[in-house]
């Protein structure tokens, strides 16, 4: 998760002293850009070595007092949530989101952008089994974040890319994707992005790039 300050204009203004958390559980890939950034994350092990964090929170996204810790000195919130390689229902991303929205009311944050599966965008009858249940999970997620009440962003990227380089020119589409793929780098711009915007509050999105 990251929290973080941010001034609702169509392009984003880098200023030192904003700040953004966000929840990264395990992991995820989004940094500073000239904002001050908390990081959630269960395991620091997994955050990159050049990460530009100003703080890291070591945690969990399910235990509230971690998420509140995490908030104190916030303005945004970013949420990254995901279960790797465990494809077992699971209600950890709808239930954790839960604990954001909760913790982000108490203290008065509004902009919240979270990261779900590009499947929710899909005819569910189309999507591959075994992908199912945690589908099911991205979807309550979802349903928590437009029941909110807050200025969210839900975004939901195709296949997420860590081969492929930053290029800050990516394809973005109310309720749809037109493309297989976006950069990790690519996607962290665009969350970053988000943080300085209303073009895409309370909007469904799907963000996708070219790569030759």
């Not at 229902?89 to 902009?111: F, L, Q």
């Not at 590009?118 to 979802?142: G, I, N, Q």
Request: overall charge positive; aromatic content about 6%; some cysteine.
């Amino acid at each position: 998760m990251f929290t973080g300050r941010y001034r609702t204009e169509t392009q984003p203004q880098v200023q030192s002293k904003r700040s953004f958390t966000t929840v990264l559980q395990p992991t995820g890939q989004c940094t500073g850009n000239g904002y001050n950034v908390t990081v959630l994350v269960r395991d620091p092990a997994k955050l990159p070595a050049d990460h530009k964090a100003s703080r890291v929170v070591v945690g969990d996204v399910l235990n509230k007092e971690d998420v509140k810790k995490t908030m104190e000195g916030q303005d945004a919130v970013i949420i990254i949530l995901g279960t790797r390689n465990d494809l077992s229902p699971t209600t950890m991303m709808s239930e954790g989101t839960k604990n954001i929205v909760e913790a982000m009311k108490a203290r008065g944050i509004r902009k919240v952008i979270g990261c779900m599966s590009a499947f929710l965008l899909w005819d569910r009858s189309k999507v591959p089994p075994r992908l199912v249940p945690v589908t099911e999970d991205h979807d309550r997620m979802y349903t928590v974040l437009k029941t909110s009440g807050l200025d969210y962003v839900a975004v939901m990227p195709p296949h997420i890319a860590g081969d492929l380089p930053l290029t800050e020119h990516y394809m973005v589409t109310e309720n749809m994707l037109k493309g297989r793929a976006i950069s990790k780098h690519d996607l962290g711009h665009f969350f970053v992005k988000c943080l300085s915007t209303s073009e895409w509050d309370s909007k469904t999105v799907g963000v996708c790039g070219e790569y030759k």
